[in-house]
């Protein structure tokens, strides 16, 4: 195959991508976007797709022009450059496409239906980015251009998680923490201890409980790639374990978000029940982000335990490494381990929480590092579920004791889903921002004359109102910038993550191996559920 | 008839039945040239799943640990198929690692042979408690194996 067919279907997303962009920009796609409820992101979509195709141009051409060698440019830009303009094509088309349409459709068929699938099933760009994934490995298959990047969303999730360290305070960070220490700890070290129970009970080789224990204890997969050669684990013990991992944890993805819903559980407690019952972890993302995918309250929560797991990681590994040895007289260096297990992009994390937490991102005239940004952006919105409670309030007549502007407030709100100014004047950042600040006062108010009982609203109508108004008071434009990225990261990280779970993996599950992991994970589950509801209560998170 | 016989093995009991039927033949037609191939399937590249969290150090241990694994499961069972058949002996026992339809007809071209030997097909017991195949339980595929085939196949049931 020649170099120019190699870089063929670079060259023509890259193409797709320009002609996208400028009929984005010629206003064709208004309307469509109108009534996909898409048309904020359309001067995002004409500059993420305007420079993304020209990326891949140029690099196609490159790599058709030039000789592939063993340099960095090579191995790190060029050669994953297809799979990863493929992956961002795909992430694209899902945030500004498929989750639009999958809500219309849900929407049309809620009379027939009675529910939302949408609500049910979570089917937010993070579940269908991994469901997209899957899908395409287990039917057409990676495609060969697409190899080498999609390597790359291993890294660029980590990438996402280390910049996710920007936005945490001491405060948090040390609530967090200290929950998250105490939970991890004992889930952790209790479904170790119930597997290797287990494997006793059922009489099942050390090998087989080991590598398991790790699974479901600690981090899923990752745990079990670490401490299998740790455990000298069979063939067989490893494929049926992973197996059985794969496929606890993708129903739990789907699950969890649904139950913790049902349940009433806060941002906060489904992160840390997610956090501590979900096996792998990238799962946890996922379902944090399909818990609540328009702030990043559960993700935040949900990561903290995730990062104090992933802490436990070497820990379990030495135990591991220990029980097993005795009985093998095999005996490993603590350097093999505990420090080449030790997970280094939690090093980036900290440095990233340090410097948001000494101010290097926040200008002094921020006060308190915080500022009002009205300007459009998915993060700034309202939930969907707070949308239907103003709206049904605005039907309902709710709001007849307001005044006149804050009437207009609350009237935009629900038509915009978030504070923000006039969209025909957004072009004019001066006239918009004064507009969309004047809103945001206007709701204070109507807040204020609740609260001094001069105005009559239900509390479902007061807490969305203080939502919305909590989610313009942003961080600097650094974090801001930071955490905008770091959301498209693990879209990427988790649509490529997705493309790595095969068919012949999950059908793998079996054997005794998905017996223990059953019972466990089960148990884990439940009794986290119940321990999360009753010890968590909210953290205030900024 | 048949001068050069490929039997393709990994343990499993169709397997054993077609080592049992060939080994026969042998001691039977000493002229009879076999080679045992044992296939690794590349899929177990895929088995690290989602794994994103250990650094590609660990994940090459990993995928060291099962070649390494693979390596033992497969001398133990050539070792077994000496024992139970000590005219095997005379066999060539071969290990390549790649696609298995792919693999099993390149190595029948490549050396020549007219013909290959395989087990019957399993039915898949998914979520059988007491059996944990050796290696992955997925099987061949007769529209993958069956275009590639470059001379004729034997089924031995």
């Known amino acids: 195959m020649s170099k120019v067919q190699e870089q063929m279907p670079t060259l023509i997303m890259g193409a797709g991508l320009i002609i996208y962009g400028l009929i984005a920009k010629s206003g064709a796609l208004l309307s469509m976007t109108k009534v996909l409820h898409t048309h904020k992101t359309l001067d995002l979509q004409v500059t993420m797709t305007l420079v993304l195709g020209c990326i891949a141009i140029a690099g196609a051409l490159l790599n058709t022009t030039r000789k592939s060698g063993a340099t960095n440019l090579d191995t790190f830009v060029l050669r994953p450059l297809g799979g990863i303009i493929l992956i961002l094509v795909m992430a694209m088309a899902i945030r500004?496409?498929?989750?639009?349409?999958?809500?219309?459709?849900?929407?049309?068929?809620?009379?027939?239906?009675?529910?939302?699938?949408y609500k049910v099933l979570n089917l937010n760009y993070v579940v269908l980015g991994i469901l997209s994934g899957v899908l395409l490995t287990n039917t057409w298959g990676i495609p060969k251009f697409a190899a080498e990047g999609v390597k790359c969303a291993r890294f660029v999730l980590k990438m996402g998680v280390i910049m996710l360290g920007a936005r945490y305070s001491f405060a948090e960070l040390a609530k967090l923490g200290v929950y998250s220490v105490f939970l991890v700890g004992f889930f952790v070290l209790g479904t170790v201890f119930l597997v290797l129970w287990l494997g006793n009970?059922?009489?099942?080789?050390?090998?087989m409980t080991g590598v398991l224990a790790a699974g479901m204890g600690v981090c899923g997969v990752s745990a079990t790639v670490a401490v299998a050669p740790v455990v000298k684990a069979k063939s067989a013990e490893m494929a049926y374990t992973i197996g059985t991992i794969l496929s606890f944890g993708i129903i739990c993805m789907f699950v969890f978000p649904t139950i913790g819903k049902l349940a009433g559980m806060s941002p906060v407690q489904f992160g840390a029940w997610a956090g501590t019952g979900i096996l792998n972890s990238a799962q946890v993302a996922a379902a944090a982000l399909a818990f609540n995918a328009v702030d990043i309250e559960t993700l935040k929560v949900a990561e903290i335990f995730n990062i104090t797991r992933v802490l436990f990681l070497p820990v379990i590994v030495l135990v591991l490494a220990t029980w097993f040895g005795k009985e093998t007289g095999q005996k490993l260096s603590f350097k093999s381990v505990v420090i080449d297990k030790f997970p280094v992009f939690i090093i980036g994390f900290l440095l990233l929480f340090f410097m948001s937490s000494m101010g290097l991102f926040s200008p002094p005239s921020h006060y308190k590092g915080k500022y009002i940004d009205v300007s459009y952006n998915d993060r700034s919105q309202v939930t969907p579920e707070e949308w239907e409670v103003l709206n049904s309030a605005m039907t309902a007549g709710e709001f007849s004791g307001l005044t006149e502007t804050q009437l207009e407030a609350v009237t935009n709100l629900v038509e915009q889903r978030q504070i923000a100014g006039n969209y025909e004047d957004r072009s004019n950042k001066k006239a918009f921002d004064h507009v969309g600040r004047a809103r945001m006062t206007q709701l204070q108010g109507i807040l204020a004359a609740a609260k001094a009982k001069q105005v009559k609203l239900s509390g479902d109508v007061k807490a969305a109102i203080k939502h919305a108004v909590k989610q313009v008071k942003k961080k600097s434009k650094t974090v801001v910038t930071l955490?905008?990225?770091?959301?498209?990261?693990?879209?990427?990280?988790?649509?490529?993550?997705?493309?790595?779970?095969?068919?012949?993996?999950?059908?793998?599950a079996g054997g005794w191996p998905i017996?223990?992991?059953v019972i466990s994970g089960i148990t884990k589950a439940t009794l986290s559920f119940f321990v999360v509801l009753w010890l968590v209560k909210d953290v205030v998170l900024n | 008839m048949f001068n050069h016989v490929l039997l393709c093995t990994h343990g499993t009991d169709g397997a054993k039945r077609a080592e049992a039927f060939i080994f026969g033949k042998l001691e039977a037609n000493p002229e009879l040239k076999v080679t045992v191939l044992t296939v690794l399937d590349e899929d177990w590249r895929q088995m690290t799943g989602d794994d994103w969290l250990n650094s590609s150090k660990t994940q090459t241990t990993f995928l060291d640990h099962v070649e390494n694994q693979m390596d033992e499961e497969i001398a133990e069972d050539w070792q077994r198929i000496k024992t139970s058949h000590p005219v095997a002996e005379r066999a060539t026992f071969l290990q390549k690692t790649g696609n298995i339809a792919e693999t099993i007809t390149t190595t029948a071209k490549d050396l020549g042979c007219d013909l290959i030997v395989l087990g019957p097909w399993c039915k898949s017991k998914k979520f059988s408690i007491h059996s944990t195949r050796v290696g992955l339980k997925a099987t061949l595929k007769n529209k993958e194996l069956h275009p590639l085939l470059p001379c004729p196949l034997l089924i031995v049931s």
């Open chain 1, 201 to 207: 009970l059922f009489k099942q080789p050390k090998t």
């Open chain 1, 483 to 508: 955490t905008d990225f770091m959301i498209w990261f693990f879209a990427f990280g988790l649509i490529g993550l997705g493309m790595q779970i095969t068919k012949k993996a999950i059908t793998q």
């Open chain 1, 515 to 517: 017996v223990m992991g």
């Open chain 1, 96 to 117: 500004w496409y498929a989750e639009p349409v999958m809500k219309l459709i849900s929407k049309a068929l809620q009379p027939t239906l009675g529910f939302k699938i």
